[in-house]
């Protein structure tokens, strides 16, 4: 299933693509698409519906987060072997675990507002993962049944916030749209190999990103079993799986983003956003 939300900010609906590509409107017959409205059994709940007699939404207009909001917004960081390269780094032994603020949601193509001082904004197309059910300790091997779906991140940074303002990364990760989601939230069950999707992103036009999520150092099986060691992730909780070269900080010279800069990405079968950068009021 494909899964979106739909509608003016603040007053999205939950809808569903059916075979046509048309937008059924889920209102009064599902949850609106966070915590425990994107468990697995509230997934089997929409499944059981008849998309035929739901009603057709001519005109959806905007497209929201695919999820109303999270209970944590977590990141991979430098977890792909070329990005790591890219920025001088040495690729990490475990994960590296950080943070957005899940006030950084946002629709996937509304527009991205680079902050106030902010001098090196950059983009990162990322594999989300949506937790479907309470993981504690669970195994490789069972990790991807805890999994509701998948879909479409810019973990949008901002390199001096993050990296030269002391403290941790949340920093530079979480100002208001730094996490474009969506446009669909993917059901499991049409992602049969999470580590076999392209995924890029073009910056006016041009192509800077481009990889496959074979390149990752950690799969997503292996980060979901790692994290469940430390936390217990909850439906709901979303995981930007971390970015593949290309970003702004590894060119040479860096380049960052300015008002009036267009960034288009996708995710293999997960759909396509596009973002146009604003600057703060």
Same mark, same amino acid.
């Given at each position: 299933?494909? =899964?979106?939300?739909f509608?003016?900010?603040?007053?999205?609906?939950?809808?569903?693509?059916?075979?046509?590509?048309q937008?059924? *409107?889920?209102?009064?017959?599902?949850?609106?698409?966070?915590?425990?409205?994107?468990?697995?059994?509230?997934? *089997?709940?929409?499944?059981?519906?008849?998309?035929?007699?739901?009603?057709?939404?001519?005109?959806?207009?905007? &497209?929201?987060?695919?999820?109303?909001?999270?209970?944590?917004?977590?990141?991979?960081?430098?977890?792909?072997?070329?990005h /790591?390269?890219?920025?001088?780094?040495?690729?990490?032994?475990?994960?590296?675990?950080?943070?957005?603020a899940s006030?950084?949601?946002s629709?996937?193509?509304?527009?991205?507002? &680079?902050?106030?001082?902010?001098v090196?904004?950059?983009?990162?197309?990322?594999?989300?993962?949506? &937790?479907?059910?309470?993981?504690?300790?669970?195994?490789?091997?069972? /990790?991807?049944?805890?999994?509701?779906?998948?879909c479409? &991140?810019? *973990?949008? $940074?901002?390199r001096?916030?993050?990296?030269?303002?002391?403290?941790?990364?949340?920093?530079?990760?979480?100002?208001?749209?730094?996490?474009? +989601?969506g446009?669909?939230?993917v059901?499991?069950?049409?992602?049969?190999?999470?580590?076999? =999707?392209?995924?890029? =992103?073009?910056?006016?036009g041009?192509?800077?990103?481009n990889s496959? +999520?074979?390149?990752?150092?950690?799969?997503?099986?292996?980060?979901i079993?790692?994290?469940?060691?430390?936390?217990? =992730?909850?439906?709901?909780?979303?995981?930007?799986?971390?970015?593949? $070269?290309?970003?702004?900080?590894?060119?040479?010279?860096?380049?960052?983003?300015k008002?009036?800069?267009?960034?288009?990405? +996708?995710?293999?079968?997960?759909?396509?956003?596009?973002?146009? +950068?604003?600057?703060?009021d």
């Open positions: 299933m494909k =899964l979106l939300r509608g003016p900010k603040g007053q999205e609906k939950p809808g569903i693509l059916d075979a046509d590509g937008v059924r *409107d889920l209102s009064g017959k599902a949850d609106d698409l966070a915590g425990t409205g994107v468990s697995l059994e509230a997934l *089997d709940a929409i499944r059981g519906l008849d998309l035929d007699g739901l009603p057709v939404v001519e005109n959806p207009g905007r &497209i929201g987060a695919c999820l109303a909001s999270v209970p944590n917004f977590f990141c991979i960081g430098l977890n792909y072997a070329k /790591a390269a890219e920025t001088g780094a040495q690729p990490p032994k475990e994960p590296i675990i950080f943070s957005k006030s950084a949601l629709g996937p193509n509304d527009p991205v507002i &680079i902050p106030r001082n902010s090196k904004g950059d983009w990162e197309v990322e594999l989300g993962v949506v &937790i479907g059910r309470e993981t504690l300790y669970v195994s490789e091997a069972d /990790a991807l049944s805890h999994v509701a779906g998948y479409v &991140i810019n *973990d949008v $940074s901002e001096e916030f993050q990296a030269e303002r002391g403290g941790q990364w949340i920093k530079g990760k979480s100002a208001p749209t730094f996490g474009p +989601t446009p669909w939230l059901t499991a069950d049409e992602v049969p190999d999470p580590q076999a =999707l392209d995924l890029s =992103l073009s910056l006016n041009e192509t800077v990103q496959n +999520t074979d390149d990752m150092i950690f799969g997503v099986a292996e980060i079993s790692y994290m469940s060691n430390f936390m217990k =992730l909850q439906p709901g909780d979303i995981i930007a799986t971390g970015t593949p $070269s290309g970003v702004g900080l590894g060119m040479k010279p860096p380049r960052f983003l008002p009036g800069d267009v960034m288009e990405l +996708t995710v293999e079968g997960l759909g396509t956003q596009r973002q146009e +950068t604003v600057a703060a």
